[in-house]
């Protein structure tokens, strides 16, 4: 294997050197450099492919599915919050293995991992809060947030369908083009594209179910204040215009 190629799989994680990002990120004991690693271990990743000056190999591509469904499917039993990121930052990374073969632009590989990073980062943050309230981000620990912390519950919501790839989130950009690159492929590959979409979705409705549906059971709690809130939904706005720059910048 090119020595690039593996270096590469190092930060664009395929199985099993993935389990080093896992263990790195998981490890890690505060937002900031959860949030450094977030921005940067796809980037590095994508520099190093494009020094190779080729196409990923069929096989590469193969594993790279592969990796994405394993991980999407195993963050629907997960229900730790630092843990469902590191999983679900893997599974849509891997995605870029793919469609680093359509786009040509750096650039555009580059926007299109920044914004599959960007809602990663939203709820590396909120999970802080979490943390900060509760001691601990686990869902099912507390039920009903949705309730008791309306603002917070609004923006984490809306922070996981950006990460599911729901319309107009980059998410989306990155899962179209991921798609248009398998219609020139295999019919396997469009499959199992469906179903590394569809793990996505229910874990996400899976994690919302576990923190923010329920009866409230607690006693005040502080919410995240209105200035806050809008500074996320400015944020969350910022990322679904970016979304639809990045899919006009594909057509």
Known sequence: MDSKILAAALFLPLFPLSMLFSFLFEGLRKSLPRI???????????WLLQETNSCPPAWVI????????????????????????????????????????????????????????LPLVLLT?????LEKQFGASYAGLYN?????????????VFTILAI?????????TAMTAAFFEATHGSLIS????????????WAGARLIQGFIIGKEDHEEIEDISRGTAWLYA??????????????????
């Open 190 to 201: 469009s499959i199992l594209l469906c179903l590394i979409w569809l793990t996505w979705g």
């Open 125 to 129: 943050l909120l999970g802080s809060q």
């Open 164 to 172: 599911v790839a729901t319309p107009v989130f980059p998410g989306f």
């Open 62 to 117: 193969h594993l790279a599915l592969a990796t994405s469904l394993f991980y999407g499917f195993r963050a629907l039993v997960l229900r730790e919050l630092t843990h469902w990121v590191s999983f679900l930052a893997i599974s849509s990374w891997t995605i870029l293995w793919l469609v680093a073969g359509s786009i040509d632009q750096a650039q555009t590989l580059q926007l299109l991992a920044l914004g599959l990073s």
């Open 144 to 156: 009903g947030l949705g309730h008791a912390m309306p603002r917070f519950s609004g923006v984490f």
């Open 234 to 251: 400015l944020i969350l706005t910022a990322l679904a215009a970016f979304g639809i720059h990045t899919l006009t910048l594909l057509s």
């Open 36 to 46: 450094i690693v977030l921005m940067a271990w796809p980037q590095i990743g994508l």
